[in-house]
């Protein structure tokens, strides 16, 4: 059974910074591009950020810059390094992780979100 589990959520005031972990368990995620997203109440889940699996990176341009996406294979961990936090940042922050096959079936998992509270 495919799990993914966050952790390094918490609240920390403007200008601090948090780093986000998400482990995979049940599966060999080497091939698949693990991401992160975000969600306010009442609002759309939004991409942050994602790195397929040659490392490629991509960023929301409200992130860049200032967050950095990265994984290790090994332990099939996704993180995401947040740096010069903001208020607008505050979100409940959840993993992916995805895999299109050639016959254009989707694999798509998520974690359950860790909360990120930025505020004095």
């Given at each position: 059974?495919?799990?993914?589990?966050?952790?390094?959520?918490?609240?920390?005031?403007?200008?601090?910074?948090?780093?986000?972990?998400?482990?995979?368990?049940?599966?060999?995620?080497?091939?698949?591009?693990?991401?992160?997203?975000?969600?306010?109440?009442?609002?759309?889940?939004?991409?942050?950020?994602?790195?397929?699996?040659?490392?490629?990176?991509?960023?929301?341009?409200?992130?860049?810059?200032?967050?950095?996406?990265?994984?290790?294979?090994?332990?099939?961990?996704?993180?995401?390094?947040?740096?010069?936090?903001?208020?607008?940042?505050?979100?409940?922050?959840?993993?992916?992780?995805?895999?299109?096959?050639?016959?254009?079936?989707?694999?798509?998992?998520?974690?359950?979100?860790?909360q990120v509270t930025v505020s004095s």
């Open positions: 059974q495919v799990q993914l589990v966050e952790s390094g959520g918490g609240s920390v005031p403007p200008g601090g910074s948090l780093r986000l972990s998400c482990a995979g368990s049940g599966k060999d995620f080497t091939v698949y591009t693990m991401g992160w997203f975000r969600q306010l109440p009442g609002k759309e889940r939004e991409l942050v950020a994602t790195i397929d699996g040659g490392r490629n990176t991509d960023y929301s341009d409200a992130v860049k810059g200032r967050f950095t996406i990265s994984r290790d294979n090994a332990i099939n961990t996704v993180y995401l390094q947040m740096n010069r936090l903001k208020p607008e940042d505050t979100a409940l922050y959840s993993c992916n992780f995805r895999r299109r096959f050639i016959n254009g079936r989707v694999n798509d998992y998520w974690g359950r979100g860790t």
